[in-house]
């Protein structure tokens, strides 16, 4: 079950981190705190589930939340957080989304005196107290990995990307898919012109466009799972289902199903909601009780296939 298994890394994170260097801002507290959090966007599962996953956390440990949602405006999470910060709240995390840097809100939160703890998103500029995420660029070149071992003869690649342009998680995925799959030989890569923007609905009209323009499609990467499972739709409804494989992100539960079902749907690279929600808020309240962590913190990412997608699928999880 996923959620066994997020118990399991997250208890091993923790062994792994004591004794290590926080930065934060906090001294030794009474236990009881309230925390913050900033989502720059509750628009799709993942981010839903992030924060689901962060109350669910705080409930095991008695600690109140104040949830926010800027709807993808980042003026909007600038000034959430500065409500957040008149409410005297502890601490804040903030889940950045696609968002690349958010001066405004970390330079509020220092000034104030707060920690600040970045999930999923790591800014590319200010200060902030712990971060806690994947390594985007190594899942993508694993499930690249893949890929070349399932076409040893070579085919064609399409690479369904979330975007903007500038966005520095999707690229690492994509820049590690590609740096495993452009010295195999006999691939070609097909990158999609339009964004999918992360979602379901987004992934389809992508892979609509492609299967229109390419008939030689053998394997699909998309930057998210949500994206892939929309592409998957549009692949079956073209009667193509027995002809392409797909490749996603995220593990997310629809995905994980798909898997163990043996659909065309083959592998996807853990990026698990529940997981660092639950590490963020897990991270926050230590750095308020004074102890020692880690500045940033590489949460696992195991490739899922088949053969093990039932230890992390959980249909009652929050992502």
């Known amino acids: 079950m996923k959620k066994v298994s997020g118990v399991l890394v ?8 004591a004794g290590c260097s926080s930065g934060g801002d906090a001294g030794a507290g009474d236990g009881s705190y309230t925390i913050g959090v900033a989502n720059f966007t ?22 109140e939340i104040v949830s926010t ?15 957040l910060l008149s409410k005297n709240v502890d601490a804040v995390i903030v889940s950045g989304g696609p968002l690349e ?22 800014f590319r500029t200010g200060t902030y107290s712990s971060w806690i995420g994947p390594d985007n660029e190594a899942i993508g070149k694993q499930n690249g990995e893949f890929l070349a071992q399932r076409l040893p003869d070579g085919g064609t690649v399409a690479l369904v990307k979330g975007g903007p342009a500038d966005n520095s998680i999707g690229l690492a995925r994509t820049d590690g898919v590609k740096a495993a799959l452009e010295g195999a030989p006999g691939i070609e890569l097909v990158e999609a012109p339009d964004f999918g923007n992360w979602s379901s609905d987004g992934g389809l009209n992508v892979m609509e466009s492609l299967l ?5 499609i053998d ?23 027995d002809k392409i494989v797909l490749a996603g992100v ?14 065309n749907y083959l592998v996807t690279g853990l990026n698990d909601a529940d997981v ?44």
């Open 10 to 17: 997250a208890g091993a994170l923790a062994a792994a981190l």
């Open 42 to 63: 509750l628009s799709g599962p993942y981010f839903n589930g992030m924060d689901r996953a962060i109350k669910a956390q705080a409930e095991k440990k008695n600690v």
């Open 69 to 83: 949602d800027a709807g993808g405006d980042a003026a909007k999470l600038a000034s959430n957080v500065e409500d």
């Open 101 to 122: 840097s958010a001066p405004a809100v970390l330079n509020s939160i220092k000034a104030a005196g707060k920690p600040a703890v970045l999930v999923d998103r790591k």
């Open 212 to 216: 229109a323009s390419h008939a030689d």
């Open 219 to 241: 394997a699909v990467f998309c930057e998210n799972d949500a994206m892939c499972l929309g592409a998957q739709r549009a692949i079956k409804d073209a009667g193509r289902a």
């Open 250 to 263: 995220d593990g997310q539960a629809e995905a994980l199903k798909a898997i163990l079902d043996g659909t």
């Open 276 to 319: 660092i929600g639950s590490l963020g808020l897990d991270r926050a309240v230590d750095i308020l009780d004074g102890k020692k962590t880690e500045k940033d913190t590489v949460v696992p990412s195991p490739r899922v296939t088949k053969e093990n997608a039932e230890k992390y699928y959980d249909p009652k999880g929050n992502f």
